[in-house]
């Protein structure tokens, strides 16, 4: 089992930027991806950007360009991800989700909100 906790959510203006992140401990050996997902109100959960233990990266399509996820690796273990979100828009807010997944499992952090204003 993985433990997560996110921090940096708030609000921001459109246009503005914010970083997210989330440290991640326990059972880490076995996270294959780590990653980002937003649920926002009266919608299901999706997924935002993930990333793998080598570096690789996957992005919705509605964040490509905009938001960068880095992932705090060491020695192929992930113990960490950050989102560096720029140009956000008011369509961008939604509680966000640190996400561990691993091949039988995912662990879930708790969620950190995000608000964009207009």
């Known amino acids: 089992q ?8 708030g609000m921001v203006p459109a246009g503005g930027s ?3 992140s989330c ?6 050996i076995t996270v294959i991806y780590m990653g980002w997902y937003r649920q ?3 919608k299901g959960r999706e997924l935002v950007a993930e990333i793998d233990t080598h570096g690789t990266a996957n992005y919705a399509n509605s964040v ?3 938001f ?6 060491s020695a192929n273990l992930l113990n960490g991800v950050s989102l560096e979100m720029n140009k956000v828009e ?4 939604a509680i966000y989700y640190c ?11 708790q969620g950190t909100q995000v608000t964009v204003s207009s």
Do not use: Y
Request: net charge positive.
């Open 2 to 9: 993985v433990q997560l906790v996110e921090s940096g959510g």
């Open 18 to 20: 914010l970083k997210l």
């Open 23 to 28: 440290a991640a401990s326990g059972n880490l």
């Open 40 to 42: 926002a109100p009266g």
């Open 64 to 66: 490509k360009g905009r």
């Open 68 to 73: 960068t996820i880095a992932g705090d690796i």
């Open 90 to 93: 008011p369509e961008d807010t």
């Open 99 to 109: 996400r561990a997944r691993a091949r039988n499992r995912a662990d879930w952090g």
